[in-house]
């Protein structure tokens, strides 16, 4: 599979870092309470973090060197 552009890996990454964690805070903030939503967000930064990393160090998206 062929990496996207540098500026689209960005992007791609910058939304797995913020929307993954806000998006099950707010969504364990509603259903479950101010305790409850905190702790999904914080799962939820460990996921997105896991995720980047692999992308960045496996996937080798950290690699500008094949960009034009």
Same mark, same amino acid.
């Given at each position: 599979?062929?990496?996207?552009?540098?500026?689209?890996?960005?992007?791609?990454?910058?939304?797995?870092? @913020? !929307?993954?964690?806000?998006?099950?805070? #707010?969504? =364990? +903030?509603?259903?479950?309470?101010?305790?409850?939503?905190?702790?999904?967000?914080?799962?939820?930064?460990?996921?997105?973090? @896991? !995720?980047?990393?692999?992308?960045?160090? #496996?996937? =080798? +998206?950290?690699?500008?060197?094949?960009?034009?």
């Amino acid at each position: 599979m062929k990496k996207p552009p540098l500026t689209e890996r960005l992007i791609i990454l910058g939304l797995i870092l @913020t !929307v993954i964690p806000i998006g099950s805070t #707010q969504i =364990g +903030w509603y259903y479950f309470g101010r305790e409850a939503g905190m702790n999904f967000g914080m799962v939820g930064g460990v996921i997105a973090v @896991t !995720v980047a990393a692999y992308l960045m160090y #496996q996937m =080798g +998206w950290r690699d500008a060197d094949d960009d034009e």
